[in-house]
C-alpha cells in the first residue's frame, strides 16, 4: 500500500457512514473512483457503480458496503441524556464508556456512553444512554434530533507489524479494495470483462443495496469483499470458525451457495501468481452481500473473498494490510486472465 492509497484509506474510515445515512463516506469513494470509470452512477438509495469497460459481455460486479453499524437517537430525555438504538449488529456489552459522534445537522456531536453504577454486564439497548454534557433537553435538542445517526469508537490506530485498528474496517476495507481494483484495471484496453465496482448502502440491516444493484445490471458473476473472523487470538475456536489468520492471505470461501467454479480458479490464480491464500466454509449463507446478489432474476453465480479480522463487530477491528494488498492483486490478475 502507497503513502497515498494509506492517506485515502483512512479518509475512507474516518467518515461517519452508519447504515441508511452513508452520504459522507460515499462521497470519499467517488472522488477516488470517479475519474477512473467509464460511467458512474448513484441509485435512490445511495450505493454507487463505478463501470469499467462498459461494452464487454460479461459483466463482474465487485461489491463493497459502504456502511457501519451503529445507534440512531431515538430519545432525549428532560435531563439532557440522549437514548438510542441499534443499527445493525452492535454487541451491548462492548458499548458502556464508549465514546461517540452524534451526526447532527450542524457538525458531529462528541459524547460517552455512560456506565452503570451497579456494574450491570450486558445492558438492553433501551437502557443505553449517551452523555453530551447538555443541561438539559432543550440544550440537547439545539445540537442532535431525533433520527440522528450515532458512530461508537474511534478512528485508525497503527500496531505492529502491518496490522492496524479501527472501528470500521467492516466494510470500509470491502470498499477500499474495489476501487483500487477499479483504479488499477480502468482504461485497459485488454480487459476481457466489464467490472462494475460497486460501494453499496445497508447491508448491515438487511443487503437492501447490492441487491438492487445486481437487480438492475444483471451481472454475470458477482463477487462480495468483506470481513470474517480470524481465529488467530485467545478465546476463539479454530474447530467452530476454521483456520483463519491474519497476514495469511485473502480469504477465499467454498461451500453450498457460493460458486465452486469460480473458488478454483481464485484459488490456481493465486497459486499461479504467488499470492498467498486461505479458506473458509459456509453452508448455504454467507452473511455478506453475496446472499442479496444470488437470488436475483434467474439466479447469479457469486463468491466472497474475505479479510481475516480480529474483535469483528467492536470499536477496535484489527486487520492486517498485507492481507488487502493481497486481495487487490488477486482480484486485480484475476479479472486479466478471465475469471467468467
Known sequence: MTAEQLAYFRRLLAEP??????????????ERVEDAADEYSEDAHGSAVAVVNA?????????????????????????????????????????????????GRDGDVTGVVGTFSDTK???????????IGAKDKDDALRRVALGDPVVVGGDWVDLDNGLAACRNFDNRVGCYIVSEVVREVGGDASLPVCVLGVSAVQEETGGVGAGQVAHRWQPSLGIAFDVTWASDYPSVSATK????????????????????RVFGKLRDIAHKHDIPWQVETETGRTSTDADSISSQRGG???????????????STEVISLDDVDATVRLVVAALRDGLC
Request: net charge neutral; glycine share 12%.
Open 17 to 30: 457512514g452508519v447504515s441508511g445515512y452513508e452520504g459522507r463516506a460515499q462521497a470519499v469513494w467517488r
Open 55 to 103: 461494452t464487454a459481455q460479461q459483466r463482474v460486479m465487485l461489491v463493497g458496503h459502504i456502511d457501519e453499524i451503529g445507534l440512531i437517537v431515538k430519545h432525549v430525555a428532560d435531563n439532557g441524556f440522549v437514548h438510542v438504538a441499534s443499527v445493525g449488529g452492535m454487541r451491548r456489552h462492548l458499548l458502556q464508556s464508549q465514546h461517540v459522534r452524534i451526526v
Open 121 to 131: 454486564a450486558e445492558p438492553d439497548i433501551d437502557e443505553l444512554f449517551v452523555d
Open 241 to 260: 470458525l476454521g483456520d483463519v489468520a491474519l497476514g495469511k492471505g485473502p480469504v477465499l470461501i467454498r461451500g453450498v451457495r457460493t460458486d465452486e
Open 300 to 314: 447469479i453465480p457469486v463468491t466472497v473473498i474475505s479479510i481475516a479480522t480480529r474483535y469483528m463487530h467492536s
